[in-house]
Nanobody, 119 residues
Framework: QVQLVESGGGSVQAGGSLRLSCTASGITFRINDMGWYRQVPGNERELVATINSGGTTNYPESAKGRFTISRDNAKNTLYLQMNNLKPEDTAVYYC?????????????WGQGTQVTVSS
């Protein structure tokens, strides 16, 4: 009922920057929290940043000070600005959206966009 499409990934050198975008479609009025997660093959998916419907953000220590999450609700678009990228940031980055309809909670994922950072 919600479709998410990421874009903006690519290959950069350490210290470079990328801006990821995620466009949501479908029943978007039910979206509450959104976030970015990343995953290396063989590892579990990990949190990068979250933002709620009011604009409150949260970051783990690995992203704090380098990454910025934002959203444009009018365009149904989520962004992740990544600065001072490091090789350990290399992963597939996924857009996430959580919806709530009365007592029903749902979780949606995009297909991911590859970010590769070379040393």
């Amino acid at each position: 009922q919600v479709q998410l499409v990421e874009s903006g990934g690519g290959s950069v050198q350490a210290g470079g920057s990328l801006r990821l975008s995620c466009t949501a479609s479908g029943i978007t009025f039910r979206i509450n929290d959104m976030g970015w997660y990343r995953q290396v093959p063989g590892n579990e998916r990990e949190l990068v940043a979250t933002i709620n419907s009011g604009g409150t953000t949260n970051y783990p220590e690995s992203a704090k000070g380098r990454f910025t999450i934002s959203r444009d609700n009018a365009k149904n678009t989520l962004y992740l600005q990544m600065n001072n990228l490091k090789p350990e940031d290399t992963a597939v980055y996924y857009c996430n959206a959580k919806t709530r309809w009365f007592g029903t909670l749902s979780n949606y994922w995009g297909q991911g966009t590859q970010v590769t950072v070379s040393s």
